[in-house]
């Protein structure tokens, strides 16, 4: 079971070491990697379906309520879990985090001096359907002051962590906002040495998706890595353990 | 047609109120067949300082070797009491903990996979955890001989039952090995 092609591919994914993000320096290994044949144990991983969800995991704005709605602008995200070969990715959860609508997130570390939000803990699940879809609502989250360098910002974004059908297909990225000033500045985007793959973070809004008197959209598609170097045919399998 | 794979961001350090989940160390109930371990660590930098913001998780077999996925053609016998999933933070000292049991392997050396997410890494680390008793394994004895420790996880006294360690060093002498799967 020994695979000849590389899951990651280099030229779009960000290295470790990426000095510019100060933290890579003491964190990012020295060492080169060591390259892996796959086994059954990088082919397997978590299996997810409904019964991994509660009902309002999939909508930010209505999961954290305790005295009213949260403040911001509310906006729904919509998009595809891919492979790369274009196939969609059923029953992938995704997890999802953000900073409030003043970039303040829910967090002892987070000493942002813009307020909480009593109705808003930034936190939900959502799990892809047959065709690879997903769909979740929440606020917009604001930009944010990190300590980097000076004057740092991070673009507004939203964290998403994704389980795909197996161990090489889970992957962690953040979404970005069309025409945010701040991107050009921010050295975990610019991490990416393609600016193709960089502009791919970027979410498109989307007319068609917006919610008349209720909320704006966008669209954000994800193509996980790993079908191309997997020796199985995958099987669809919908069963949930 | 192939389309492009989506690049990696990091987790950065305020994801706890999304992916740390109460018992999610914990794989094991009363029902679990398989000898319970505990397997704890710290993650240090390259400068030796802890790692409070690191995320791991780990995937391994059940008591019989078998993975809880359609590709193992097994699955269908594989331990319903055991979630071969876990996934743990570090604390403010840097350290973690799972509870689980002493993976079997059909063919190879016991191991358990490791992914490490953290503030500072844009993208993923992946390892593998072995155990001291069984330290013959093919992708073990590929390693540089200097470096193959890193790997292994050692007994460590505790009254609470049978114990490994596993620590983390992102840099430096003892830098563990990571895999480009």
Same mark, same amino acid.
């Given at each position: ?64 309520? &305790? ?6 602008? &509310? ?17 992938? /959860? ?26 808003? !803990? ?5 799990? !892809? ?24 910002? &991070? ?12 161990? /090489? ?54 193509? /996980?890595?790993?079908?191309?170097? !997997? ?11 | ?26 794989? #094991? ?20 300082? #802890? ?30 009491? *055991? ?14 903990? *799972? ?39 093919? #992708? ?42």
């Amino acid at each position: 079971m020994s695979k000849t092609i590389q899951t990651l591919n280099w030229s779009i994914q960000p290295p470790h070491l990426y000095p510019p993000y100060v933290s890579s320096i003491k964190r990012a290994p020295n060492h080169a990697l060591v390259p892996l044949a796959h086994t059954l144990s990088e082919l397997t991983g978590p299996v997810y379906g409904h019964s991994s969800l509660q009902e309002l995991d999939n909508d930010l704005t209505r999961n954290a309520i &305790r005295n009213g709605e949260p403040l911001g602008e &509310r906006i729904i995200v919509s998009g595809r879990v891919l492979d790369e070969r274009n196939q969609p990715v059923p029953n992938a /959860l995704l997890e999802v985090w953000q900073a409030n609508a003043a970039g303040r997130y829910i967090h002892l570390r987070d000493q942002h001096p813009a307020p909480l939000d009593p109705n808003f !803990t930034g936190a939900g699940r959502v799990l !892809t359907d047959k065709t690879g879809a997903y769909s979740f609502t929440t606020i917009k989250p604001g930009a944010y002051p990190w300590s980097n360098h000076h004057n740092a910002w &991070r673009p507004a974004h939203i964290h998403f962590s994704v389980f795909g059908r197996n161990f /090489l297909e889970r992957m962690v990225t953040q979404m970005f906002f069309p025409n945010d000033p701040l991107l050009v500045f921010d050295p975990i985007y610019n991490g990416i040495p393609d600016a193709a793959a960089r502009e791919r973070l970027i979410s498109h809004f989307d007319m068609e998706l917006t919610q008349p008197q209720w909320a704006l959209a966008y669209r954000f598609d994800i193509v /996980l890595a790993g079908s191309l170097s !997997t020796p199985f045919e995958q099987d669809g399998d919908d069963d949930e353990h | 047609m192939n389309i492009k794979q989506t690049a990696s961001q990091t987790v950065g350090p305020f994801f706890h109120n999304a992916l740390i989940r109460d018992g999610e160390n914990n794989l #094991v109930n009363q029902h679990t067949r398989g000898e319970r371990i505990w397997l704890r660590g710290t993650v240090f930098d390259g400068e030796g300082q #802890v790692i409070p913001d690191a995320i791991l998780e780990i995937w391994q077999a059940d008591a019989s070797g078998i993975y809880k996925h359609p590709t193992d053609p097994k699955h269908n016998q594989a331990d319903p009491h *055991f979630t071969s999933f876990g996934r743990a933070g570090t604390d403010k000292n840097g350290a973690y903990w *799972f509870y689980t049991i002493l993976p079997s392997a059909r063919t190879t050396t016991p191991y358990i996979n490791l992914r490490l997410f953290m503030r500072g890494l844009l993208i993923h680390l992946v390892t593998r955890i072995y155990f001291a008793d069984h330290p013959s394994d093919p #992708v073990l004895n590929s390693l540089e001989p200097s470096r193959k420790f890193s790997l292994i996880a050692t007994r460590e006294d505790n009254p609470d039952g049978l114990t490994y360690r596993f620590d983390i060093h992102m840099q430096g002498e003892l830098e563990t090995v990571f895999f480009d799967v």
